[in-house]
């Protein structure tokens, strides 16, 4: 059964949590190339997907958020997007077995259109490597994430959809609050997201990073008013990042965390997982919620 079956099911899907600040944890150095662990770390990678797996994630994503021939130019690494986006897809395929479905990550280029850095044609093709490459390793799902850039997630919504057989879901990054409203870094509202990503082909849109899970429901209702019935997922950090003694701090609790799902649920979410500074014990919560 697909995971858009699911929805239509009425069922709640758990996505998994961080990898990024996880891999961090694991041992990640600065100005490494996380992509690349995927070939030489391979073992730590997979047992970052299967912890997910034990906390009870429908869920698993890739290790392959940068993994665009933009980001891996930056390590000397842009001719191995097809080896290392479909190894991401292989590793969290073997964690999550036939029983869960596997999201291949694609995020951003750092490319700006508005600055002319590129092209649509060269964004396009970016999304297109990338997104076949990991439904060559597995991947039943393309998330995009973290985009700010409304023509940006436009393009790599295409791109997945039109070069894969994948479900594709699409989410941005919103700044501000329920009081002063929700904009992108880019100036893209939750409503001019959802309809120019369903023009796009989206299948799911939602919000991941940037705010706590307090603020998600504020973005879910504004999603929610412009669209009643379009499946939404909703990926909270653990808080917002706070810098203290040069360490990157999230405060949300897994227990905190979790207090806030019955208000996702209640406003519609279809899809619930984390973004940084989450760990297995927040999705292990909230699966508790979920049951």
Not at 68 to 87: I, T
Not at 180 to 185: A, K, S
Not at 219 to 248: F, H
Request: charged share 20%.
């Amino acid at each position: 059964m697909s995971v858009l079956d699911k929805i239509g099911n009425k069922s709640i899907l758990l996505c998994d949590g961080a990898w990024g600040t996880f891999m961090q944890a694991t041992g990640l150095k600065p100005g490494e190339c996380p992509e690349l662990w995927n070939i030489s770390h391979r073992n730590e990678v997979l047992r970052i997907a299967e912890s997910y797996v034990n906390a009870g994630s429908d869920i698993i994503e890739t290790n392959s958020f940068g993994g665009n021939s933009f980001k891996l130019a930056n390590y000397g690494l842009a001719d191995r997007v097809h080896e290392l986006n479909k190894a991401a897809a292989e590793i969290s395929r073997e964690a999550a077995g036939k029983e869960r479905y596997v999201a291949g990550c694609v995020g951003p280029t750092g490319k700006m259109l508005i600055m002319g850095d590129v092209t649509e044609e060269e964004l396009y093709q970016a999304f297109r490597e990338q997104s076949l490459a990991l439904e060559e390793g597995g991947a039943d799902i393309i998330i995009i994430e973290t985009m700010t850039a409304l023509d940006e997630a436009v393009i790599a919504t295409k791109a997945a959809r039109e070069n894969t057989g994948c479900t594709v879901i699409c989410t941005m990054t919103f700044d501000g609050d329920a009081a002063t409203g929700f904009n992108t870094m880019m100036g893209v509202s939750p409503s001019e997201m959802v309809v120019a990503l369903k023009e796009a082909g989206a299948h799911v849109v939602g919000s991941n990073c940037g705010n706590g899970i307090e603020n998600m429901i504020g973005i879910l209702k504004k999603i929610r008013k412009t669209d009643p019935s379009v499946p939404v997922i909703i990926q909270a950090n653990a808080g917002v990042p706070e810098y203290i003694d040069g360490k990157t701090v999230f405060r949300e609790s897994p227990e905190m965390m979790a207090s806030f799902v019955p208000a996702l649920i209640k406003e519609g979410v279809n899809i619930i997982g984390g973004c940084c500074g989450t760990t297995p014990d927040h999705i292990r919560e909230i699966r508790k919620i979920l049951g």
